[in-house]
């Protein structure tokens, strides 16, 4: 379903060091990307994943930069695009969770949620897209959540960030569409990863398919929406969630 | 970058552009962008020969302004000496 990539260029995933990110990473180097494993703290597993795909005949490097940092984004876009060429591929998928009831949201448990899972795709994504323009093709895709959507108490701050990466996916994706480039969103729901150990595992119980996902099957769903096959969808928020949201 | 291009080069680079984004018209001087069917992420394509190539910045406010090819080759040779 999900062709070999023929395009020129690369691949650059966010958060790639883990969870999903990490399962994104590993399919898009499967459908031929070279892929830029981005992180922030986690080297040990950026450089081991990049060993693994180079194991397995693909192509992958960590790339450090925090994604708060506009100069750490334009470096790292930079030493890709040496390395590989243009990123023809984003995926933001860098996020953070700072847990708790509204009233108790300090100004920076609001300021770091919003910057990482918000600011830093707008971040990217305005930087990836000067030359997705001109060669009149490019993916991107945002990780989004189905908090965007819908309620869940404790994670005001990560609802909204959500939500606007939503409202973002969709109008970028408007502004770009006649260049060739498409800007979609996947929503997942409760997938078994670093970020959601902490959840009490009765929680499945809730989930009408009785588990939770697995992040490679969030990154099969990126994977397709950043192929070719998925050229005409765009704006679109693919859902990953094994009916929670249903 | 360069400090030393002349006006007559950022208007043969303008035109150089234009015509690289599929112009529904000749591009001349004189040609209005909605008669090239030039549309706004043209322009904004347009921004970034001008930034990358003169060190010129175009903002959206700029842009908004622009009608004709001589207009945006007036207002990069402009902010080009600036």
Known sequence: ???????????????????????????????????????????????????????????????????TDPAAVEALFSRLEADYGRVAVLVNNAGVRVDGLSPQLSEEDWSAVLDTNLTAAHRTTRRALRPMLRARWGRIVNVASIVGERANPGQANYAAAKAGLLGYTKTVAAEVARRGITVNAVAPGLIATDMTADLDPSLAAHVPARRLGTPQEVAACVAFLCSESAAYVTGATLTVDGGLSA | MSATATPAEIEARVIE???????????????????????SLDLVELAQVAEEDYGVELKAEDLKDLKSVGGAVDLIVARAAA
């Open chain 2, 17 to 39: 552009a234009i015509e690289s984004f599929g112009p529904a018209a000749p591009v001349t001087r004189e040609a209005s962008f909605q008669e090239l069917d030039i549309d």
């Open chain 1, 1 to 67: 379903m999900v062709e070999p990539a023929e395009r020129e260029g690369c691949a650059l995933v966010t958060g790639g060091a883990r969870g999903i990110g990490a399962a994104t990473v590993r399919a898009l180097a499967a459908a031929g990307w070279p892929v830029g494993v981005n992180f922030r703290a986690s080297e040990d597993r950026a450089s081991a994943l990049a060993e693994e795909i180079a194991g397995a005949g693909g192509r992958a490097r960590p790339v450090r930069g925090d994604v």
